[in-house]
Every structure is written in C-alpha cells, then in structure tokens.
C-alpha cells in the first residue's frame, strides 16, 4: 500500500483499479465520519476514508466508493450549500451501490442519514466496530430495516481504525 495516500497516487491508483473493472465485484458505499473539531482531525477523515476505500478494494473484493475521500477537494465542508450537495451527491452515489460499510469508531450525523438512506433501500449495512453494531442497527431499524440487515464483520476490523498512520503501517507490514 502506498503511504502517499493523501498524495496524487491516490486518485492514479483508484483510477487504475476501476479501468481494470471486474463485474463480480459489488460497489461498497464507504461511511465513515468527515466533520471535525480541528482542521487537523478533518484531513486525518479524508485520509482514513482514502485509506479504508484501498483496503476494501484490495482486501474484501469490492469497489470501494466514498465520496468524503474525494469531494472535500472541490466542496467546501463549512460552506452550508456545498456541504448540503456534497450530502447529496453522496446519497445518489449511494443508491448506485450494492453494500453499505460503516468504518471507524464514531457515527455523526452525516452517517445516520447514509445508514438510514441504506436500510431504506434494504441494502445490507456492515459494521465493523463492535461497539458501534447496536447503534447502526437501531438506527437501521428506526428507518424501516429488519435487524438482519445488518451485520458485524470482525475479520476486517481495519475498517473500523481511527489513525491513519497506525492504518497504513498494519498494511504495509500485512502487504509485506
């Protein structure tokens, strides 16, 4: 894996996987928190987003889409209407998908709009925090989803790590 995540690479390697698209694999809608208290801690996001996008596409055969990875780039987070198209976009990229992962240890608000958007749409959702498991299924079903739609996955509990750094070097020392 490369460490240059937050680098131009990132969008040349995402770009090279999807060139070399494969049928089989379903499209894995990523969810994960972007807001933060700091700027710091908001990049950090971006950079876990990028970070469990690879290893959804490399480990678990998916084609991981998450659009907090990308969109801060164009859209401004603290702009209202930019956020609220951004929101947008990220529900209509959502119903294109097959699968809803939940990552990281947290749900912000953001995420309870995409888990409830998901359970609409009676896509699986899977957790990969176990602390997190019972709030994503009450949310899931407060929006209309029976509780077996959603599931826990602890063989891949690097989706639900919270530092880039320690991230990235689980997986270059898996990758060696």
């Given amino acids: ?3 240059n995540i937050l680098m131009s690479s990132f969008e040349a390697e995402m770009t090279m996987k999807l ?7 379903r499209k894995a809608y990523i969810c994960s928190p972007l807001k933060a208290p700091t700027v710091n801690e908001f990049f950090k996001n971006i950079e ?5 996008v690879n290893y959804a596409t490399e480990h678990m055969c998916v084609y991981g889409k998450a659009p907090h990875a990308v969109l801060p780039t164009i ?6 209407a930019e956020r609220a198209l951004a ?21 912000s608000e ?3 709009g995409e888990i409830g958007k998901a359970a609409s749409l009676g896509m699986p959702i899977v957790v990969f925090d176990e602390e997190l498991f ?38 270059v020392s898996a990758d060696d």
């Fill in 1 to 3: 894996m490369n460490k």
């Fill in 19 to 25: 060139l070399n698209y494969n049928r089989t694999f």
């Fill in 134 to 171: 019972v709030t994503v299924k009450n949310i899931a079903t407060a929006n209309g989803a029976p509780k077996q739609q959603v599931s826990l996955d602890l063989k891949h509990t690097a989706l639900s790590s919270v530092d880039p750094d320690s991230f990235i070097d689980r997986m």
């Fill in 87 to 107: 929101l947008e976009f990220g529900l209509k990229l959502l119903e294109q998908c097959d699968i809803l992962y939940v990552c990281g240890n947290r749900i």
């Fill in 110 to 112: 953001g995420m309870k």
């Fill in 48 to 52: 876990l987003a990028r970070c469990y």
């Fill in 75 to 80: 859209l401004g987070d603290n702009s209202p």
